[in-house]
């Protein structure tokens, strides 16, 4: 195991023992990630192994903004050292942001190669930008979403992989949430639902809301045609590409496989603003909830 692991799931066994009370584990998770962002850096830049045991048909696809470009080398480097390697990786950077390549951390530039590559596009489309270039470039390709902050161990890509084999028609994902309903069958409050990383067992079922960005596997011709319609994904979920992703597979009832998993590992980075704080803080996945209910009807109900 190398230090990676250790620390992810080190990490992730913390959620597993609830009889620890919360006053010591919140301590302890805290000091993890401090140790963690501390050390891993120095390990990533140091020891370079790209040896997969097996190479897939996997496209990466993520996004990054300024306040998080520095340490977007080290997720790089997590994907560059999976078991299962990915075919291709791609970071998609707006140039309003990043008007050249001289915006760009010279590591990262560096670590450009016939895997990972760096395109720039027009416009802003925030973190939609994660899904829509591939989807419309790729459509039939399989599909793996990650986050631009995240620590992801050397088994992500393969545990995914092999899940899609045993379940090809679902979307295989790494943390999600229950939905929950009222006793007529409409869905709760965003803040009511059953957030769950299943730390005892994998969970298969339409009423998961997948969140994309913690490692998710999936074919852009398993969602609605309205996957890559833009203008109406900007305008309807603004600031919620997973919302406007699980709405696309819900309309057409695609399955959610979710992995046994755990807490993330965080990238730390100072004064980070993240969009699921402020979506959650200010109600803004309620609102966002209510405009594909409002364009698309009562699509998160209990079906």
Known sequence: MNIVDFFVRFSRLQRRYRYIPNRLLSPLRYLTRIVANNILPIYLDK??????????????????????????????ETMMRQTYRPKKIYLWLSKEQFPSIENIPQKLIEQQNEIFEIRFVDGDIRSHKKYYYIAKESPDSLIF??????????????????AHLEHPNCIICNLGSLLTFNEDGTRKQFSEWNRTTTTNG???????????????????????????????????????DDLWLNAMSRMVNTNRYLLKNGPLLPIMTKNDKKLSTINCDNHKN??????????YGRIFDKI
């Open 202 to 240: 994998n969970y298969l079922g339409l009423d998961l809301m997948f969140g994309s960005g913690a490692g998710t596997l999936f074919r852009p011709n398993m969602m609605h045609p309205d996957l890559t319609n833009i203008e109406l994904a900007k305008d309807l979920t603004p600031l919620a």
């Open 145 to 162: 979403l990650i986050d631009d902050d995240i620590y992801y161990d050397t088994q992500i890509i393969e545990r995914s992989y092999r």
């Open 286 to 295: 309620d609102e966002q909830l209510a405009n594909l209910e409002i364009h």
């Open 47 to 76: 020891k370079k192994d790209y040896t997969p045991r097996f190479c897939t048909e996997i496209i990466v696809s993520f996004t990054s903004f300024p306040a998080r470009i520095n340490n977007v080398w080290q997720v790089i």
